[in-house]
């Protein structure tokens, strides 16, 4: 009788411990891709300025900055052409990486917000791969309401914290 009775407690411990199981995502992120040194870029002539540099990057494009319409992640055409420009850099220098960074105003929750900003740098990463940028040398992050660029509550400046802003990785 002892016998059965720590197998039927050992039994239920197993059931109401397989519910609590993680489950798996449905799409895992894709692995590290294969790197390669970069040479050590030397400065332009009379600039100052390292190709390839980040400082090169935000001199060379239209801008590192895209907007969002409220609760938006769609890229409209002001936002195409700052990509295009940022593609056009990327393809001279197929070695440097990136992050695109999503943000938001301070409306909504911590967690819808963090979603948002996430779609947002998903959507930029979509447009530059469709342009030709490898994903492998893009990475996002979001950071949601939590880094504003412009302090109010305002609509001027909840437009300006609908972004997603692009970091070159040096």
């Known amino acids: 009788m002892n016998k059965l009775t720590i197998a039927m407690v ?8 397989a519910g609590c199981a993680k489950k798996r995502p449905e799409q895992l992120p894709p692995g590290p891709g294969p790197t390669t040194p970069t040479p050590a870029p030397t400065p332009g002539p009379g600039t100052g300025v390292v190709p ?14 895209i907007h ?4 938006q992640y ?11 420009s940022q593609a056009r850099w990327l393809a001279q220098y197929p070695n440097v990486r990136i992050t695109l960074e999503g943000h938001c105003d301070e409306r909504g929750t911590r967690e819808y917000n963090l979603a948002l ?18 994903p ?9 309401k939590e880094r504003p660029i412009a302090l109010g509550s305002n609509e001027a400046a909840w ?3 609908r972004r997603a ?6």
């Open 159 to 161: 437009a300006q914290n």
């Open 52 to 65: 390839g540099s980040a400082a090169d990057f935000k001199r060379s494009v239209v801008s590192d900055t």
């Open 10 to 17: 050992a039994g239920v411990a197993l059931v109401a411990t």
């Open 136 to 144: 492998s040398r893009i990475t996002t992050i979001s950071y949601g």
């Open 74 to 84: 769609d890229i409209d055409p002001e936002a195409r052409a700052v990509l295009d």
């Open 68 to 71: 969002f319409a409220l609760d």
């Open 165 to 170: 802003v692009t970091i070159v990785l040096n």
């Open 117 to 134: 900003g996430d779609r947002r740098a998903n959507a930029a990463k979509n447009y530059l791969a469709a342009r030709g940028v490898s």
